[in-house]
Every structure is written in structure tokens, then in C-alpha cells.
């Protein structure tokens, strides 16, 4: 039988992506994702619950997060879920868990997603294996109604 590995989160950056630029024009980018819980406890207390995550992007989705990414962005991941083990200096065994993003979109107003050059940004990142027409976004198609037209959809 076979595994399913797949991750989707929704949350805030705490940092600024921290993008290195490895040999043989391969890029990785590092994020810390805050994902928050609200409930109420037994007293009817409002209780939230903050989970941080480490997030591995590489290649153009890397590019991408360098250039509009920032701390306190929303976005929304698609991936899976690796782990890293290794000893360290004292011999000691050690396992981070973090999230591979094989895709992301981000979330926001438009002054969020602004770039600094003035122009806005892309709104989601395409994974290597797809063509990018297979995964597009309606913000990137074409306005194909009448000037002046309201939509008269009810939803």
C-alpha cells in the first residue's frame, strides 16, 4: 500500500526568507510559517495556540520568496514533510522536521503583495514538474467580461 506525505498550511511569516545561493545556480529559501489555533477552553476562555514550522523552498519558488516574501506575509503552502537527522558537535543525535513547499500561493491585500518595484506579484509559485498553464490562477487570465458589466451571480 501505498503513502500519502502532503502538508497544506495557512499562516504568517516571523522572518524575512533566508535565501542562499548554492552551486551550479541552485537556490534554497528558508521560512518560519506561524500557523494559530483560536478555541475556547472549559471556562469559556479564549485560548490561542501558536505552531511554528520550517519551510524549505529551492529553485524559481526560492526566487520568487526572496522578491516579494517579507515577515508577516500570509500565504498559503502546499508540500510535504521532511526530516533531517545528524550528529551534533557534543555527539549528539539530532532530527529537525521540516516542510518541503512544492507549492504556495500568496494571500493578502495588494499592498502585500507589492514588490519594490511597484509592480505587484505573481500570486502563486509553480512546482517544477507542472506546466505553468495547468495551474493557473484567475487573477492571471484575462478580463474577458464587458466594460461596465456587474456580475449578476448570486455567490
Known amino acids: 500500500m501505498a503513502g500519502v506525505n502532503k502538508v497544506i498550511l495557512l ?24 500557523t494559530t489555533e483560536s478555541y475556547k477552553d472549559r471556562n469559556g476562555n479564549k485560548v490561542e495556540q501558536t505552531e511554528w514550522h520550517d519551510l524549505e523552498l529551492w529553485g524559481g519558488q526560492a526566487k520568487i520568496a526572496e522578491q516579494y ?27 529537525r522536521i521540516k516542510i ?21 506579484a505573481p500570486q502563486q509559485s509553480q512546482p517544477a514538474s ?3 498553464a495547468s495551474n493557473a490562477t484567475a487573477s492571471s487570465a484575462p478580463d474577458m467580461s464587458p466594460a461596465g458589466d456587474d456580475d449578476d451571480l448570486p455567490f
Not at 499562516?11 to 506561524?34: F, I, Q, S, T
Not at 518541503?100 to 505587484?120: C, H, I, K, Q
Open 69 to 95: 516574501l517579507k515577515k508577516g506575509s500570509q500565504i498559503y503552502v502546499e508540500g510535504k514533510i521532511k526530516s533531517d537527522t545528524w550528529q551534533d558537535d557534543q555527539g549528539q543525535n539530532r532530527k
Open 130 to 132: 507542472r506546466p505553468a
Open 11 to 34: 499562516g504568517n511569516l516571523g522572518a524575512d526568507p533566508e535565501v542562499k545561493y548554492l552551486e551550479g545556480d541552485n537556490v534554497v529559501a528558508n521560512l518560519r510559517l506561524a
Open 100 to 120: 518541503r513547499v512544492l507549492s504556495f500561493t500568496m494571500l493578502g491585500g495588494r499592498s502585500e503583495a507589492m514588490g519594490s518595484d511597484g509592480n505587484s
